[in-house]
Every structure is written in structure tokens, then in C-alpha cells.
């Protein structure tokens, strides 16, 4: 990275906002995530994989819970990956890979990790892509390592239910958007391209993404990962956390 951003903490502080309005709960799953990283490794500190790691949210807490862990953020996106850089310094490695290319692994440093995380990032990749990305990611972990991948994943047995606490979420994401309590992804990422540090950045990720990335979402049941999980070779796979419509599933190596 050429230069560091001067107010770093201004935009970490505004991806969190932006964030939290879209998951209220966003913070419970980010602990109970660390809390499981913390009973596989004894409390000992880890060597972690921030996987599709944005701003170095996961990457952050991480160091906060266990501050002499060896912590590893790997992303595509300029703009988020110069905010993590920023943010994390010489606490972090920041690797720049697509996890759309079987080869991302090459870009890691030296293997193998404690556990992987990640947080509402893989739903854009299509099926086969994560179904081949989990037995990836189980390669880059010691035995007895953890992966754990937080995202929207409804439950198949609550379709009503399901449907009226996203209607609910909506309605209250949308009152907070029209009294100015969040930005919205939209308006986030406007105001990442109005900043003179972020500009380029910005400019160079519609080069990589030049078409909306939300038309791709692909977000199927819990069932589905659990499943898919085990069949990319996870000797345990089964959900460590759940709020409303969103879950966190873990495998163990």
C-alpha cells in the first residue's frame, strides 16, 4: 500500500453503521464466532484467515480478543481492502485475491491457519464455486482447525416466519435510512467515491465489478451449507450460531 488513509477510523466507523443496518445482531455473531476460535485453540492465540475480510472487521476483533494473534485478511475490493490496510497496519498480512480463482490459496502466506472465518461475503459466489471453496478453505486448516461462515441462511421449516421477519427488518431498515440514522449501501459507496483518498479506489473497483453485484446474490438454506460442508470433507459441520434469518455455520477439520 502507497499511502495510508488519514481518517481510516472515520471509515471503519462508517462500515460498521452501514453494516449494523442491515444486522442488528451483526456484533453477537462476530462473538460467538471468536468465542469458538477461542475453545479450539485453548485461548491460546490464533493464526486466523479473515477470509473475504472487507474493512478487517472479523480482523480487528480478532486482535482485540487476542492481541498477539497472527491475523491474515485476504479480500478483492481496493476500497475496502485500503481501509483494512489502513486500519490494521503492520498487525495484519493484507492479501488481495479473488476467491472466484481456485489458485487464491497461492497468495497465503505460510499454511496452516487455526481457523477461518468469514461474514456476509460468499453469497456471491454461485453454488458450485462454494461448494468447491469450502473443501479449499478445509486444505488451509491444521487438524482440528475451525472455518465458520456467517451469512443470510433461513431456516427451510419457517418459510412464513421467515418472510415476516425480513419484511420486519426491511421496514425498519428503511425508517432508519429516511431519518438519517444510517447510510445506505448505495449511499456508503458514493461517498466512498466523493473522498479524495478513496476515489481511485473507487474507480478501480468498477473496473473489477463493472456490473451490480447484488444481482448475484445467492443466498440458499442453512441446510444446504451444513450438507455441503460435510461433503467437502468436514468431520463436524452443524450451526454455532443463529439470529432470525441469518446463521453462522461452522466445520471442524
Known amino acids: ?44 492465540a490464533p493464526r486466523l484467515l479473515d477470509l473475504a475480510g ?24 481496493p476500497v475496502l481492502l485500503t481501509i483494512a490496510g489502513s486500519s490494521l497496519r503492520d498487525r495484519a498480512t493484507v492479501v488481495d485475491a479473488d476467491l472466484g480463482d481456485p489458485g487464491w490459496r497461492a497468495k497465503l502466506p505460510a499454511e496452516p491457519f487455526d481457523a477461518v472465518l468469514t461474514a ?3 453469497h456471491w459466489l454461485p453454488a458450485e464455486r462454494v461448494a ?7 486444505e488451509v486448516l491444521r487438524p482440528g482447525g475451525l472455518f465458520v461462515n456467517a451469512d443470510h441462511m433461513t431456516d427451510e421449516g419457517l418459510p412464513e416466519l421467515s418472510r415476516q421477519l425480513l419484511d420486519h427488518a426491511r421496514a425498519r431498515r428503511e ?35 463493472p456490473s451490480d453485484q447484488h444481482s448475484q446474490e445467492w443466498t440458499p438454506p442453512v441446510s444446504w451449507h451444513v450438507e ?11 450451526i454455532l450460531w443463529r439470529g432470525g434469518t441469518d446463521a453462522a455455520v461452522a466445520g471442524l477439520r
Open 1 to 44: 500500500m502507497s499511502a495510508y488513509l488519514t481518517n481510516h477510523r472515520e471509515w471503519q466507523e462508517s462500515w460498521d453503521r452501514q453494516q449494523a443496518a442491515f444486522m442488528p445482531d451483526r456484533e453477537e455473531r462476530f462473538a460467538a464466532m471468536l468465542e469458538a476460535v477461542a475453545a479450539v485453540t485453548g485461548g491460546e
Open 54 to 77: 472487507g474493512t478487517g472487521t472479523i480482523s480487528l476483533r480478532t486482535l482485540a480478543r487476542f492481541p498477539d494473534a497472527q491475523v491474515t485478511v485476504l479480500d478483492q475490493d
Open 120 to 122: 456476509t461475503a460468499l
Open 132 to 138: 468447491a471453496l469450502y473443501a479449499e478453505i478445509r
Open 175 to 209: 425508517a432508519r435510512y429516511a431519518t438519517g440514522a444510517a447510510t445506505s449501501w448505495p449511499q456508503w459507496w458514493a461517498l466512498a467515491a466523493a473522498d479524495g483518498q478513496l476515489a481511485p479506489k473507487a474507480a478501480e473497483r468498477q473496473r473489477i465489478y
Open 228 to 238: 455441503t460442508l460435510r461433503a467437502a470433507g468436514f468431520r463436524e459441520a452443524g
